[in-house]
């Protein structure tokens, strides 16, 4: 069996090669997706995948692994960042990493190498069941870092030739073999970047492609002019952070796209913005249309699993209520689906 490992850079993609390396000697080949666009990193002034590439060839050369570049910069231009920013110009909330894992990572990709190679393998906090042929993408033991939620619309065919090598191991398992394998990124800090972007930060890329323009924030209660903010585009609902106001806390409940308004409630009458009723388009189911409809979900990735109940709907819609309210229901974010450890799918926030 062949291997092709995406490699970033960082700790858990590079454990992922080297213990692969290990068990299958001589048949693994290490990638690395180059996505970012020249003048977009010469507008941000940094050049964060030369950082990463150093790492990726630094540990590949210690397991004598081959290393490849293949450049996917248009592909993924064309099938995460327009995609994203149009998103974000209608005052909807994308994920871009949820887009880039099933249509670059494992889509693009797939095409750029050829029909050798059996699996590819990848850092994910992640796991693969195969019953009977179906193949069901089950939890990582590490609730924080795992890694589903972001694997979410992946296909049969996708999962069917993906690995996830540390998938059954926590973070901190992950570092202690990075120690003992003597890696030498062994003591990199986790990036916070977007998919294979390293350190650029998600405002920096919208800010690149949208620009700054002032706008107000006003408070939805009373109309009272609180602020100025430098677009829409950078905030969506429930967010508390960077908004600059005063004795607050204070946070998103409404957005104003015509107009550049950004509305806020204080934490006082923020609870009065929460709903539990939600309906989810352009599901994905992974393994199929699930028979029970008592189930979780997440709105956003994190640890925490909400019960739910669902009603399935025509065109692929799925109609949610919450075991309880939540003040962050965002359109345009995902909604995924778990039958206690194990994740359905999930769809776009209508």
């Given at each position: 069996m ?14 992922a090669l080297?213990l692969?390396?290990?068990e ?17 990193l010469?507008?941000i002034?940094?050049?964060?995948w ?25 592909e993924?231009?064309a099938?995460?960042?327009?995609h ?5 110009r ?11 894992n ?7 990709f ?10 590819v393998a ?5 796991r ?9 993408l089950?939890r990582a ?13 992946l296909n ?7 690995l996830?090598?540390?998938?059954h191991?926590?973070k901190?398992?992950?570092r202690?073999?990075?120690?003992e394998?003597d890696?030498p ?18 405002p ?5 492609h ?8 006003i408070e939805?209660?009373t ?14 609902i ?6 600059g106001?005063?004795?607050?806390p ?5 957005k ?5 308004v950004?509305?806020?409630s204080?934490?006082?009458?923020y ?8 309906t989810v388009?352009?599901?994905?189911w ?11 979900c ?5 640890p925490d ?10 065109d692929n ?8 309210e ?5 359109a345009?974010q995902y ?6 450890e194990?994740?359905l799918?999930?769809?776009?926030i209508?």
């Amino acid at each position: 069996m062949k291997i092709a490992v995406l490699l970033s850079g960082g700790v858990d993609s590079s454990v992922a090669l080297s213990l692969l390396s290990r068990e299958f000697p001589g048949r693994v080949t290490a990638f690395y997706l180059k996505i970012w666009l020249e003048d977009e990193l010469a507008w941000i002034g940094d050049c964060p995948w030369e950082d990463d590439l150093k790492h990726a060839r630094a540990v590949c050369e210690q397991l004598g692994v081959p290393l490849e570049i293949v450049p996917l910069q248009s592909e993924y231009h064309a099938r995460v960042v327009e995609h994203t920013i149009s998103e974000l110009r209608a005052g909807r909330t994308p994920s871009p990493d949820i887009l880039c894992n099933q249509r670059i990572k494992f889509g693009e990709f797939f095409s750029k190498i050829d029909d050798s190679f059996d699996k590819v393998a990848s850092g994910h906090y992640a796991r693969i069941l195969e019953r009977e042929g179906v193949f069901h993408l089950l939890r990582a033991p590490d609730p924080v870092k795992d890694q589903t939620y972001f694997l979410s619309h992946l296909n049969q065919q996708q999962l069917s030739r993906a690995l996830f090598p540390i998938g059954h191991l926590t973070k901190a398992e992950v570092r202690t073999l990075a120690q003992e394998l003597d890696l030498p990124n062994k003591d990199r800090k986790d990036s916070q970047g977007i998919c294979f972007l390293g350190k650029i930060r998600y405002p920096e890329f919208v800010r690149f492609h949208l620009g700054n323009r002032e706008g107000e924030i006003i408070e939805k209660e009373t109309g009272a002019v609180l602020g100025t903010h430098q677009g829409y585009w950078y905030y969506t609902i429930g967010q508390r952070q960077g908004l600059g106001l005063g004795n607050g806390p204070w946070f998103v409940v409404a957005k104003d796209t015509e107009n550049n308004v950004i509305y806020v409630s204080h934490r006082d009458n923020y609870t009065a913005n929460a709903r539990n009723e939600l309906t989810v388009a352009a599901v994905n189911w992974i393994a199929g249309t699930p028979e029970k409809t008592s189930l979780q979900c997440k709105l956003r990735h994190g640890p925490d699993l909400v019960p739910c109940e669902i009603a399935i709907l025509p065109d692929n819609r799925v109609h949610v209520r919450l075991a309880q309210e939540d003040t962050g229901i965002a359109a345009g974010q995902y909604a995924i689906f778990y039958d206690d450890e194990e994740c359905l799918g999930g769809g776009v926030i209508e």
